[in-house]
């Protein structure tokens, strides 16, 4: 098993797009690429719903690449969507969140593709997707001991921490009025929210 | 086209393989995942090499997260009867990566810090140029990459190193607010001082700015 | 099989078996590879009208040019050159003076676009450097044609200047303006000295280029890990027709005739904000545990006198002189066992603009990265003891009262875009690759926002907190400038005759 990392795990999907026009005279690869266009971005991206996604990306496949003979032509007959994600924890689990979280762009999207069971019931779904999955034959983290949460976190703490030294630096800085300021600055570290996914 | 989300830029490229050659590179990969079992190797055998190129890719810290599949080409899903089935040539070998900021520079640092590494992977693809000299390697990429339809980053304002500055901040502080809670001030400001110190170099402004990308090209 | 054998053969021929490359000195202009300073210099800018005066005035300065050639050494010392004279072309100069599409085109485009288009995306020239407000010359894009008199006395630039000027008028090619610049004298009756206007020593780092002719000076070039010593840079990262670190030809424009012994300038006015400057290191100094001069150390890396801060991290006594090391030495050092910036600042202006080893794996990320730098000052040298008002009034300037002091910035590189854009973007107006976040350069940095420095403190017996510097102001900006190629000898022969068709 390739797929996982720590606790990361490294999904490629592959979905055969539907061959002719879509209800509106487009070619659902076509299609699908405008769905992509108009998802939102950031924080807004549906994608921020699903709390461990660090990241993920949509790739339509139209062609397949030529280096020149005496390489050999290969011509898909059909297109695929290439949907990746580097996520926390284990496939099922994501793949619920995903239905869950993100189930109306999902279901927009993959509405463009074969035998797409749609997003209501769960194991049709997981079934589906698990058959377009094609295994990670290897798969690189920088930092995969740690989730989503975790990074959020930190990253939050990071800000708010490089503040606090500035502003108490300076030998001058009376010991108990440091210390007090410290004691300060834990409670609201503790209190802070969690940033929102896609907005820090 | 969307391969820049704030700091992070999405790569993917597919390349080639004659699916005879397809297993040189399994065999690779095989290798690649024994080096990373927890045994010790030394640094000049084979696999010590092969691991070490895992450490130089993180010690590089441009990358979040890369991943290589193998596709056979019999293996691109086939999920309906109306549905008809691909009659390839070629296996594929796709490459994902997460990485920060521009585009050449990243694939120049491959090129420059683990050309072994990137060979060992590739040369089993059509036409493969070798990292070594750049320019070869640069339009091979070039050829074989696929613009990002979308992209999303639950961090957009963070680059890999930014993220491990702040797990490292965050790992430090978790661990000084508990050995410091019950000293006295004058204590306190000195364990405080020798705090400051190891978590200097996660102390820099962070966050999306507008940073001056080039698009790739 | 029959591959494999010529494969075979091949592998009898390959890099191991290579010989010191030498360059044509005596068809590359003294400029690119001269590394000493004049006292003197003035640059002067013109636009070529019709392509017939401006190839017979080009066919002219061909005559003046100054090569590369060694000049004779007397006790391992250089006598210095008398003069130098140095021509270079904006891409529409060359256009102007007629050579050919095909050869235009083949030009890679960070030139062909030139400096004022890509200035504020990917130089970070915004607000008080805004290209919009640049000096007109260089708002106006007129420049066709530079041209360098450097000499050693005032007479000598006169005289040459002159008769350029005579050239010009005689060919009908316009002179658009003049910059006058020369080696700063700090002292009245003093001697010149190597300062520019903050009172740091400049001009130390130059990149040691194999095949130059001239001695190796110990960390001027890259280091060699196997080797475990300096070795000289391959002189394609600063001379077209040559082998680069990448092991290939750089990237140069058609025909060869036309590219080899060239080179890329860019060509940079810089405003120094004195006052800014000072105001900033006397209140920051205060809060700075070793004070103003040790911060300004900080700053940049090296003492104002130029010693480096890897080789004298620690302040002298209070009324003591600077530290000071042997001049050999004063490139002659390495990160490796400063990794975390205790005693030069991960985000020093040294260690950003040469980070040598900083990034890891020995300095192979920053070989392809370096630049020769030519910097001259411009306008007089404001004496320690001016008052701030004084010298605040001296720093104004706008549309129509130039700048009055600061330097001319040029830097010479076989890739403008991998080189000098990479080092101003990626290493002075962003902080990633040395852990220092989006924090910028703290003397030359674009600052739009960007205020800060982390100067790191270090662990040991007696602890030194780190110390974040707010309130960095835009010390350097921006007053136009241009990128411009530098045509070797022969090839100025050929752009003057016209002779530049290809098949």
Not at chain 1, 76 to 105: P, Q
Request: glycine share 8%.
């Amino acid at each position: 098993m390739a797929n996982t990392s720590d606790k990361a795990y490294g999904l490629t999907i592959l979905s055969p797009i539907l061959g002719g026009v879509s209800a509106d005279g487009v070619p659902h690869d076509r299609a699908i690429r405008r769905e992509l266009i108009a998802l939102g971005a950031d924080g807004e991206s549906p994608f921020a719903q699903v709390p461990t996604t660090h990241f993920a990306r949509c790739v339509v496949i139209d062609t397949l690449p030529y280096e020149g003979i005496p390489a050999k032509v290969d011509q898909l007959k059909n297109k695929y969507l290439l949907f990746t994600s580097n996520f926390d924890g284990e496939l099922d689990d994501y793949l619920e969140l995903v239905r869950t979280r993100m189930g109306d762009a999902v279901a927009r999207i993959w509405s463009h593709c074969h035998a797409f069971p749609g997003v209501r019931d769960r194991a049709p779904f997981a079934s589906y997707m698990r058959r377009c999955q094609v295994e990670t034959s290897f798969f690189f983290g920088a930092y995969t001991k740690h989730t989503l949460v975790e990074v959020l976190r930190a990253l939050d703490t990071q800000r708010r921490m490089a503040q606090f030294v500035a502003e108490q630096q300076g030998a001058r800085r009376a010991p108990a009025a440091l210390q007090q300021a410290f004691r300060e600055l834990v409670g609201e570290l503790a209190g802070a929210a969690l940033p929102r996914p896609g907005t820090i | 086209m969307a391969n820049i989300c704030g700091k992070a830029y999405a790569l993917t490229a597919f390349t080639r393989m004659n699916p005879i050659k397809t297993h040189g590179l399994r065999l690779v990969f095989a290798l690649i995942r024994l080096s990373m079992l927890p045994i010790p190797l030394p640094k000049w055998s084979l696999m010590g090499k092969i691991r070490q190129v895992q450490v130089d890719l993180t010690e590089l810290s441009f990358i979040h997260f890369a991943r290589w599949v193998i596709i056979e080409r019999g293996q691109f899903p086939r999920v309906a009867d109306e549905q008809e089935p691909e009659e390839l040539h070629y296996d594929y070998l796709l490459f994902e990566s997460n990485f920060n900021g521009d585009w050449e520079k990243y694939i120049d640092a491959f090129s420059q810090v683990v050309p072994g590494g990137m060979d060992n992977i590739w040369r089993w693809s059509v036409k493969y140029p070798q990292s070594r000299p750049i320019t070869p390697f640069l339009n091979y990429i070039r050829n074989c990459q696929y613009d990002t339809d979308y992209y999303y980053s639950a961090y957009p304002g963070a680059s890999t190193n930014d993220v491990r500055g702040a797990l490292l901040l965050q790992e430090k502080l978790d661990r000084f607010i508990l050995a410091s809670a019950a000293l006295p001030p004058e204590q306190f400001a000195a364990a405080y001082k020798r705090f400051t110190v190891e978590i200097q170099n996660c102390l820099s402004t962070t966050g999306r700015q507008a940073y001056p990308t080039r698009v790739a090209s | 099989m029959r591959t494999l054998l010529l494969e075979c053969v091949d592998q009898l021929l390959t890099d191991q078996s290579e010989r010191p490359v030498t360059l044509d000195l005596s068809d590359i202009q003294s400029f690119v590879l001269y590394p000493v300073g004049f006292p003197y210099a003035r640059f002067s800018f013109f636009h070529v009208g019709d392509s017939l005066g401006g190839r017979a005035f080009v066919g002219a300065l061909a005559e003046l040019v100054s090569n590369a050639s060694l000049p004779e050494f007397r006790d391992g010392k250089p006598v210095p050159k008398p003069r130098e004279v140095s021509v270079a072309f904006t891409y529409r100069g060359l256009a102007a003076l007629g050579v050919p599409d095909h050869s235009l085109h083949s030009f890679p485009h960070d030139f062909t676009q030139g400096m004022r288009a890509r200035a504020r995306e990917l130089l970070v020239d915004r607000g008080a450097s805004d290209p919009d407000g640049w000096e007109a010359v260089w708002r106006e894009e007129q420049v066709h044609v530079w041209v360098a008199v450097q000499a050693n006395d005032a007479g000598e630039l006169a005289r040459i200047q002159a008769a350029l000027l005579e050239h010009a008028r005689a060919n009908g090619v316009e002179l658009l303006g003049v910059q006058e610049s020369g080696a700063l004298v700090t002292r009245p009756g003093g001697d010149f000295t190597s300062k520019e206007h903050f009172g740091y020593t400049d001009g130390i780092g130059d990149p040691d280029i194999a095949g130059s002719g001239w001695p190796s000076i110990r960390g001027r070039g890259k280091w060699d890990e196997e080797k475990k010593d300096w070795v000289p840079l391959a002189p394609g990262e600063f001379v077209l027709g040559y082998r680069d670190e990448a092991g290939e030809l750089p990237r140069a424009p058609v025909p060869i005739g036309l590219a080899r012994n060239g080179t890329f300038m860019v060509y940079r006015k810089l405003h120094q904000n004195v006052a800014a400057f000072r105001r900033f290191l006397a209140n920051e100094g205060e809060q700075f545990d070793g004070g103003p001069e040790f911060l300004a150390a900080k700053l940049m890396g090296r003492w104002r006198n130029g010693t480096p801060l890897i080789a004298a991290p620690d302040p002298p006594p209070v009324g003591a002189p600077l530290p000071e090391v042997a001049a050999e030495a004063l490139a002659d050092f390495r990160y490796g066992e400063d990794k975390e910036g205790g005693r030069c600042p991960m985000g020093a202006h040294i260690r950003r603009a040469n980070p040598r080893d900083s990034l890891g794996f020995h300095g192979v990320l920053v070989d392809q990265r370096r630049i020769v730098r030519r910097g001259v000052p411009y306008g007089p040298w404001i004496p320690e003891e001016t008052p701030l008002e004084e010298v605040e009034r001296l720093d104004h300037f706008d549309a129509t009262e130039p700048s009055r002091h600061g330097v001319i910035f040029m830097a010479l590189n076989a890739s403008i875009e991998r080189q000098f854009e990479f080092v101003q973007r990626e290493w002075m107006n962003y902080g990633n690759d040395f852990r220092q976040g989006n924090d910028r350069d703290p003397i030359t940095g674009a600052r739009d926002g960007h205020d800060r420095m982390v100067i790191q403190g270090h662990a040991g017996a007696e602890v030194r907190a780190p110390h974040v510097c707010r309130g960095l102001e835009q010390f350097a900006v921006t007053r136009g400038g241009a990128y411009f190629f530098i045509p070797g000898l022969t090839a100025l022969r050929l752009i003057a005759d016209g002779r530049l068709e290809v098949a």
